[in-house]
């Protein structure tokens, strides 16, 4: 079993920025990929982000000019350096981790809400 807990979130003005954190424990070796998702109200949630155990990323042709992932294996912690927020970046941003081959964890999510 892993758990995940994010942090990092809060209210900010447009432009502004945000870094948010995912902490794993538990079987944190087991972890291949870890993800951000995003759900705001009444919309799907999305894939925001992604980094595999050994670094290849992924980013959201919608925000890669402005968000960034990476993670400290050492921390089993993941980041999502977020630049430049816009009030559509509102959401729940919730981590995911992967273990492979088809067991998926999630944290219960934290809110950013940025304001125009």
């Known amino acids: 079993q892993v758990q995940l807990v994010e942090s990092g979130g809060g209210l900010v003005q447009a432009g502004e920025s945000l870094r948010l954190s995912c902490t794993a424990s538990?079987?944190?070796?087991?972890?291949?990929?870890m993800d951000w998702y995003r759900q705001a109200p009444g919309l799907r949630r999305e894939l925001v982000a992604s980094?595999?155990?050994?670094?290849?990323?992924y980013v959201a042709d919608s925000v890669k000019d402005r968000f960034s992932i990476s993670r400290d294996n050492d921390k089993n912690t993941m980041y999502l350096q977020m630049n430049s927020l816009k009030p559509e970046d509102t959401a729940v941003y919730i981590c995911?981790?992967?273990?492979?081959?088809?067991?998926?964890?999630w944290g219960r999510g934290t809110q950013v809400t940025v304001s125009s």
């Open positions: 538990g079987s944190v070796f087991s972890i291949d990929s």
């Open positions: 980094i595999a155990k050994y670094g290849n990323t």
């Open positions: 995911n981790a992967v273990v492979i081959p088809d067991q998926y964890f």
